[in-house]
């Protein structure tokens, strides 16, 4: 199930990730509070377990200055998860919020569509990304896909993500193959690692472009709804057939 949610904004931050981490967040609050607590905290602390569910943001006729996107036209926020309950409860909660205010930028609500997914029914699938790949090692080095072991790592992560949604990992192992990826670094601003450190973002590089993937067809499918990325959560990862 996909939605895809356009807003009109006079300008958002080039950090945009968390801005739009907190309105999916609220939507769901609004939707059914119960959900969130048991999706996002986990007794006094925060759930930080692997969400079902990932997203991509698209600016139309923008330019940035000073670190912050100044919109001409629209903000397209699209949402993809193969988990029913999330994405009604998500839909419902969008449906309600005809503004939302994060920090001193503001978004105020145009549409929310439902989007028909496309079908997957071969071994073998095109795909771009709506929202950069990020896949990194295990000591957290984000990765080429030309490195010798970045399969592996896409297999691992992909492996986890099915893990958390179905109970069962990859029936097959993934092969996958750069056609026209391009590296893109994405500024994203943490509260903890500004605190415990001397610079202002976390530049997470990442991939974006089309590449062919190989496996299990049900795994591809789920993988199409789901995303193909670490931080998946936070606006990475997201596909589309082409």
Known sequence: MRLKCEYKASEIPITYQMMFVSLIKEALKISDSDYFQKLYEYGDAANKQSKNFTF??????????DE???????????????????????????????????KDYLLNKIRIDLVKEKEITS??????????????????????PEDETYVDELNYIADIVLRNYRGQ???????????????TVVKEEIRDYKANTEGKHLHIHAYAGTFKLKGNVDDLKDLYALGISFKRNQGFGMVEVI
């Open 68 to 102: 912050i996107f100044s919109i001409k036209d629209r903000v397209v926020l699209n949402i993809s998860s193969p988990d029913l309950e999330f994405m009604i409860k998500v839909y419902n909660g969008l449906l309600k919020l005809n503004q939302f205010k994060y």
């Open 123 to 144: 071994s073998e699938v095109v795909l771009r990304t709506l929202s950069p790949i990020c896949i990194k090692t295990k000591d957290h080095r984000f990765m080429k």
């Open 169 to 183: 990992g990859l029936k097959e192992k993934l092969n996958f193959t750069p056609l026209q990826m391009k590296k």
């Open 56 to 65: 991509a943001v698209y600016m139309k006729d923008y330019e940035i200055a």
